[in-house]
């Protein structure tokens, strides 16, 4: 069973990409490679939801319905863009999310300097 989960995880996580790959280079067993690119993989899940929550708690109720319908936009885009036969595309979800990461930190700082735009804030920023 065990090998069974880590053909499966190393399957999921082989195509990874320049940057992913590059934090994980230093490891000689793909054992030790396919861990590395999961805690990638998911650390960055992690700070997406961070940045979600963030900017959850900074806007007013509407926008938090709005926000929450981007978001759910985006997360259909995501898979649409990164998964292929069943299997996630690890180089290309890490791409997605740092991303969307990096726009929701924007408007983060925007909200806490004061100058919150709502529209930026639901705004469909993947395209």
């Known amino acids: 069973m065990k090998r069974i ?5 190393l399957a999921l ?22 861990y590395c690119m999961a805690k990638i993989f998911f650390e960055s899940d992690n700070e997406l939801n961070a940045s979600y929550k963030d900017l959850r708690n900074l806007v007013n109720d509407t926008t938090k319905q709005q926000l929450k ?13 990164c998964e292929s036969g069943g299997s996630i595309d690890v180089d290309c979800n890490y791409r997605v999310n740092r991303s969307r990461t990096e726009y929701l930190r924007d408007r983060v700082r925007e909200c806490k300097a004061g100058t919150c735009r709502n529209e930026m804030v639901a705004k469909k920023s993947w395209d």
Do not use: F
């Open 5 to 9: 989960l880590s053909s499966l995880t």
């Open 69 to 81: 319908e981007s978001q759910l936009d985006w997360i259909r885009y995501r898979n649409g863009a």
């Open 13 to 34: 996580l082989m195509p990874v990409a320049a940057h992913a790959a590059g934090e994980c280079d230093k490891y000689r067993t793909s054992y030790d490679k396919t």
